[in-house]
């Protein structure tokens, strides 16, 4: 009986500890498809296909608690063109950052947070498209309304600065690209519930 007894305290205990920390122990990942039109100063708009994910997403919130500080991996191809240019520049490699707006909607609240990745260098081949990856975060998010909220992606800015073979700049230095979504798309990346306080 005394070991029946404690068996089933046991079960009790472990039932409450997961009631008290369902939804707050784990975390997401998201991923979306989405492209930018990418306005290049010498060669003009080009769109760019990017994949933006996260493995660390908030699996649940509460009113008025800040959430975690979120990873993001965003890769982006460059297009044959931007490619052909950074050559004529004399470009060996290409580094910088991206800067994006990320809507975060709460109810009928909306917060824009600012997310910065980072492009490592990254080398340009002699022709045809290639890929950067850039790593950077989410920041923290507090939410005012119980419910549901969506965190998507918006414009977003480029600052690159093309290298030759020795590492230093080309003659162009740094440049800005601020980029567009292109309409029609979904830009929700990533959905999750929101608890009262």
């Known amino acids: 009986m005394k070991t029946l007894a404690r068996a089933a305290a046991c079960v009790l205990v472990a039932g409450a500890l997961s009631v008290v920390t369902a939804g707050t122990s784990s975390a997401a990942t998201a991923e979306l498809n989405i492209t930018y039109s990418c306005n290049f100063s ?8 990017t994949t933006v994910s996260s493995a ?5 919130a509460v009113v008025g608690v800040p959430t975690a500080v979120s990873n993001t991996t965003v890769k982006s191809t460059v297009s044959e ?5 950074l050559g004529w520049l004399g470009a060996k490699s290409v580094d910088g950052t991206m800067t994006s707006n990320v809507p975060v ?9 600012t997310s910065v990745s980072t492009i490592p260098n990254t080398p ?7 890929d950067v990856t850039a790593t950077g ?3 923290a998010m507090m939410l005012a309304n119980a419910g549901t909220a969506a965190i998507s992606l918006g414009n977003a800015e480029l600052k690159l600065t093309p290298r030759q073979a020795d590492g ?3 003659w162009l ?16 990346l990533y959905s999750f519930p929101v608890a009262a306080s």
């Open 124 to 130: 340009v081949p002699a022709s045809g498209t290639f």
């Open 81 to 85: 063109d931007a490619t052909t240019t």
């Open 42 to 49: 010498i060669i003009g708009a080009q769109d760019m296909p």
């Open 56 to 60: 660390d997403l908030p699996d649940s």
């Open 137 to 139: 975060t989410l920041p």
């Open 168 to 170: 230093s700049p080309t």
């Open 105 to 113: 909607t709460d109810g009928s609240a909306t917060q824009t947070l």
């Open 173 to 188: 230095g740094t440049i800005t690209v601020p980029c567009t979504v292109k309409a029609g798309q979904n830009t929700q």
